[in-house]
């Protein structure tokens, strides 16, 4: 039985759900397989910089190692999964209990995040878009997404944090608040980790910083930073 009760709850209280099986394991396999002959054919980008983070772009400044392709990359070689982004949006919808939109920038809107063994890994950040769901194509048992979700409670003096780690599992779909809980990707050992992007908006609620995309993708470091410390 799907049960949808259980998704909202871990979604509202706990920040993040996961719905196993989405997609048949053969099926992320292929995917994954022809997504690695084009990181073989250097046909995207291979993301890598640190300590360019700021508030600015809801990020604390930590490594980022990953290759990355971004929404024309995902339609021109793995079509299939633009069709899944936009054929998810009703789920995410009733998941999350909102006007669920696809996203109007399309560089961000389907990406696909490719860790490499040995170092992968996305620095500790707040999402900018308001909902964000990752699709795994890969199992695996390192490499989790780690969480830091902020607690409070009335027989307590002070919020507390509570850490909390996902370990992809192929098929599986995780649905986050990434704009209120502090996430990233622990770094790789041996395994590939391969997580589909897909990055949703609520219909009155499409707010992107100016500056996200190019610190993202291109490393740019951004625009306020650069301009009180003079540089381009
Ligand atoms: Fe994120």
Redesign the pocket.
């Known amino acids: 039985m799907f049960d949808m009760n259980r998704y909202r709850y871990e979604y509202f209280y706990d920040m993040a759900t996961v719905i196993e099986g989405v997609l048949p394991e053969t099926l992320c396999d292929e995917l994954a397989s022809r997504a690695q002959v084009v990181i073989d054919e250097k046909g995207v980008d291979l993301v890598r910089h640190s300590g360019l983070g700021t508030d600015a772009v809801s990020d604390l400044g930590g490594d980022y190692h990953h290759h990355i392709f971004k929404g024309d990359d995902v339609r021109r070689c793995l079509p299939e999964l633009y069709a899944v982004y936009h054929a998810l949006v009703p789920l995410v919808s009733l998941v999350t209990h909102t006007d669920t939109v696809v996203s109007p920038y399309p560089l961000s809107d389907v990406n696909i995040k490719a860790y490499p063994p040995g170092g992968g890994t ?1 620095g500790l ?3 900018t878009n308001g909902i ?1 769901v990752l699709l795994f194509l890969t199992s695996n048992s390192e490499a989790p997404l780690r969480m830091q979700i902020e607690r409070t409670h009335p027989s307590k003096n002070m919020p507390w944090i509570e850490h909390k780690k996902i370990y992809a599992r192929k098929g599986a779909l995780l649905v ?1 608040q ?1 704009r209120k809980v502090l ?1 990233d990707s622990e770094p790789t050992v041996s395994e590939q980790k391969l997580s589909v ?1 897909c990055n949703y908006y609520e219909r009155h609620d499409t707010y992107r910083h100016e500056d996200f995309d190019n610190f993202v993708y291109y490393g740019a470091k951004p625009k306020w930073l650069s301009e009180s410390s003079g540089q381009e």
């Open positions: 996305l950040h707040y999402d964000t986050m990434g996430h992007v």
